[in-house]
Structures are given as structure tokens and as C-alpha cells.
DNA sequence: GGAGCGATAGGTCGTACGGCCTACTGCCGG
DNA sequence: CCGGCAGTAGGCCGTACGACCTATCGCTCC
């Protein structure tokens, strides 16, 4: 029988989810309230699936299930999501999810994503195209971050001093060059954010997800 | 018997209530996907209860809320949140639900506080303690927004224009008063924010939340 | 080998920005 | 009734900021 590993921080959802597992035939070995309590469930349990929200207390699904891919590659994680971002998905996938739904779907597709991927079907038809456009889009095998970001490097990380609340002549301090060149870098920035202050730069940058926002 | 209305962005967990309510003997006559389909569905099914999510798509639970709440003053409304933020208890009272329930609480608990609302309990005890908490912090009756933001309104609505984009003298222009007036605001902003140019002054209200970040 | 780009650096110019100050009005609370 | 605060407005000053320009160096791609 497929032993399945529920981790989602919403008792309500586990509860229900258990009741369609249940009732399809899945064990529930157990249940995680947070992604840590997940990974130490996954070394004590074994399960054959890990079912696993995204947003969750402690440790996110998403950290979670890279820590747990790295130590069992072969176990499969299916993760759960609000809404279905497409970043989310991406990031996801390189965690090493094996599937991808959204809490729109209904318990029977959730079952049945969950036991065609124990049988061994190797991405849902979902997640596969999501990967097939990521490939299509980079060409490459997935790099840690493609990161779409429009910025270079090093203007990404004079912006992020910038937010970081440092001005010009500080950023220029810190990074061994002239004030000049981050006037230039930020000049440039302005241009490909569409920003035409340091503020707006740094909120576009925020909106985009390139820089941390302390 | 008890005829419920459900409203939840999230099918999953649409399903899982209705069966745990039908297994409580309690029926649901409707389920609504977002906050305009459940006042909508209100008119149309007159349910005794309305479940409703914090947190849906078109308009949020909250606002519908207050609209179902000023049509039908005596229809209890039960709020389902993803976590027990205090804020959003408050807020949520003030538009007219009538418990208050986090998505950590049991099938068993949230059927359980449906009937008892249903049944005539005017408030949940879990209700009752925030708004007793409330009227002794207060010492009044609710007021339209505790806001517990550093910032006076004027403040928060000339950091909000600039966090969209406008210069100085823009937004002057945009609330009819001098520049001037704007950067003794900014200023004042500055001091009370700790920040030392706009830039940190939009990213710190972004962090407290009492900007909306566009 | 040249074209293109990223990173570096500089110049100039106008202005927006932020610090610090005074001042008046209206309102609320003691 | 007066003190304090929010909101309004102004002056002054130094400088940080942003626009626009040229220029060099090294790298990569064709």
C-alpha cells in the first residue's frame, strides 16, 4: 500500500486530505505541521510520497523539499499551492518537486496526482509543461537561478546596497570603485526598470523578486 | 436542519468542510469561489450560516463580509483565516462575523462552532476574548481603523503617493498644498520611520505594511 | 580583428532632496 | 485657557541625485 507523508502547517487541510486518501486506499504514516517537522518525518517514516504545502511555518515546502530531495532523490514530493505562480512552479521544480497542484483542485485530482506519481510517472502532464517551457526558454539543463532578472550582476547588487538603505558614495565605498560607476550602474538601472528614482528602482526591483527586501 | 453556505477560494477545501458537515447532519446548500459569488449566493439561498475564507480572489472575505452583513444583519457569519493575525480578528468583527476561526482548528471545532452559532451563541468565546481585549485597549466602542502605524494619516497618504511614483512637487500638486508642506511630511516621516532619504522611508513602511506596495 | 557589452571612470549641469529653522491656524485634552 | 500636536507654509543651504556626454579596458562572439 502506498505510504503517503502529508505536511501542510493548515490541520483542516490535512484532515480532509487524509479522509481522500484514506478512502482511496493511500496510508497517511503521518502528518507535519512545518517543513522541519517534515524532513525529520521523512528520515523516521519513509514514506513512498510526501504530499507538502508551500507556505509553511518554520521551514518553507520549498526549502523543505530541496532538503529532503537531497537526501532521498528518489522520493517523490508533490506540492500544494495557493494560487498557481508560475515562479513558484519553476522554483519548485528545482527543488526537486516531482508534481505540482493548486489548492483549487479537487481531492480527486489530488489522489490521483498523488498515486500516478508513486506508480512512477515521473512529472505530472502539468508540471512537465512548465519544465518543457523552462527549457525552451533557457536551453540549458535548469541552473540553480536563471533569475529573468533584466539586471547584470553587479547592478543587481548595487541596487540591493541601495536598499539595503546605503547611498551612493557608501555603495561605492563598499564595493572598491567610484562613485561614478554607481551613479553609471544606476543610471542603467533606471533605464531597463523603468524606474526614474532609486526608489522606484528598488520597488520595481522588490515587485520582480531580484532583490531581498530586509 | 441547518443550511449552510460555504465560500472558499480553494476547492480542496471547499469539499473537505461540505463532507464534514454532512457527515454532522448539517447541509450545504451552496459553495462560493470568491467574495462576490458568496454575497450573490446569500441572496439567492438564504442560508442560515455563512462559512467564509479571509482570503478570496474578486473581493475578500472581509468586504463581503460587511455586505452581507449590513443586507442581513441576523445572518451569523463565520470567518476561516489562514493564521490568527489580532489585526485582522478586529477587523474582521467590525464587519459582522459573528466567530472567528484559524485554518489550524479541526473539522470537529469548526463544525462544532458553526451550530453553536447557528444555534443562537451570539459569539465564540475565542471571539468574545478579542473584542473584550479590544475595548480595554480602546476604552471605547470599535473605531473605524486602530492602525497601530507611527504615521499620521496625512503622512501615510503623501509616503503612499510617493511609494507610487511621484516626485516632491507631484504630489504637492496631487493634494493641492506646497511642496514645501510635503517635505516637512517627509521629514517628519523620516524621523518617526528612522530612515534617512525616501527610499527607506517607502521600504520600511512596506516592511510594517502600512503602505501598499503597488 | 572588429563589434558589442559590462565595468570602470571622468566631466558638467540643473535641480531635487534633506537638514534646520520660524510661523500661523485649528483642534483636542488637561 | 493654555499646551501640544497636526497640518499648513516659507527661507536658507549644502549636497546628493539624475541626465547626458566621452573614454578606456577586457571579454566574448562572430
Known amino acids: 500500500m502506498t505510504r503517503v507523508l502529508l505536511a501542510d502547517d493548515h490541520q483542516l487541510l490535512r484532515q480532509a486530505l487524509r479522509r481522500a486518501f484514506e478512502d482511496s486506499g493511500v496510508m497517511v504514516v503521518g502528518e507535519a505541521a ?8 521523512v528520515d523516521e517514516l519513509r514514506p ?3 504530499v507538502m504545502d508551500v507556505t509553511m511555518p518554520v521551514l518553507d515546502g520549498v526549502e523543505a523539499t530541496r532538503r529532503i ?21 519553476a ?9 505540482f497542484l493548486t489548492k483549487d ?7 490521483a496526482t498523488v498515486l500516478a506519481t508513486a506508480a512512477g510517472e515521473a512529472l505530472s502532464p502539468d508540471l512537465a509543461s512548465t519544465i518543457l517551457a523552462e527549457f525552451a526558454e533557457t536551453g540549458t539543463t535548469l541552473p540553480p537561478r536563471p533569475a529573468e532578472s533584466p539586471l547584470t550582476k553587479r547592478e543587481e547588487e548595487i541596487l540591493q546596497h541601495i536598499a539595503d538603505g546605503y547611498s551612493t558614495s557608501e555603495v561605492a565605498a563598499k564595493l572598491f570603485i567610484s562613485g561614478k560607476t554607481v551613479k553609471n550602474h544606476l543610471a542603467s538601472i533606471y533605464d531597463k526598470l523603468d524606474a526614474r528614482d532609486r526608489t522606484q528602482a528598488v520597488l520595481s526591483a522588490v515587485r520582480i523578486g531580484i532583490i531581498r527586501i530586509a
Open 48 to 50: 513512498d510520497i510526501v
Open 69 to 89: 530531495h537531497s537526501a532521498w532523490p528518489d522520493l517523490p514530493i508533490v506540492m500544494l499551492t495557493m494560487h498557481g505562480e508560475a515562479e513558484l512552479r
Open 34 to 41: 512545518d517543513g522541519e517537522e517534515a524532513t525529520r518525518l
Open 91 to 99: 522554483e519548485a521544480v528545482r527543488a526537486g518537486a516531482a508534481a
Open 105 to 111: 483542485s479537487s481531492m480527486q485530482e489530488v489522489v
